[in-house]
């Protein structure tokens, strides 16, 4: 069973930093990408970050370059994201899925679908 359990939250003031993790379980796949994606009330969902296990191409959104960093650890199955500067309009629940199969982020986001997420960790930014 594929397990994605994301850690790490929280609540901090504008200008700190927090680091998320999302350790993976439950699949042995050589070629698959893991995504940061974020949901706030009211707001659509939005993908921040991806990196690819096959080519360990990166991928951030506009809203989050420059702040945000994904990196991997593949001893530990664990991918992390680095926030920093984090701002008001930052605050949501993070959720880190899979997409199984290769995938590239030298060009940008290509058309997928997540095919496994988690429940999400709550960061909370006040101003």
């Not at 893991?34 to 951030?60: L, M, N, V």
């Not at 899925?97 to 290769?102: E, L, S």
Request: proline share 2%.
């Amino acid at each position: 069973e594929v397990q994605l359990v994301e850690s790490g939250g929280g609540l901090v003031q504008a200008g700190e930093s927090l680091r998320l993790s999302c350790a993976a379980s439950g699949f042995a796949f050589s070629d698959y990408a893991i995504c940061w994606f974020r949901q706030a009330p009211g707001r659509e969902r939005e993908e921040i970050s991806c990196i690819s296990s096959s080519d360990g191409s990166t991928y951030s959104a506009d809203s989050v370059k420059g702040r945000f960093t994904i990196s991997s650890d593949n001893a530990k199955n664990t991918v992390y994201l680095q926030m920093n500067s984090l701002k008001p309009e930052d605050t949501a629940v993070y959720h880190c899925a899979v997409v199984i199969g290769f995938i590239t982020f030298v060009h940008g986001p290509t058309g997928y679908e997540y095919d496994y997420w988690g429940q999400g960790t709550q960061v909370t930014v006040s101003s």
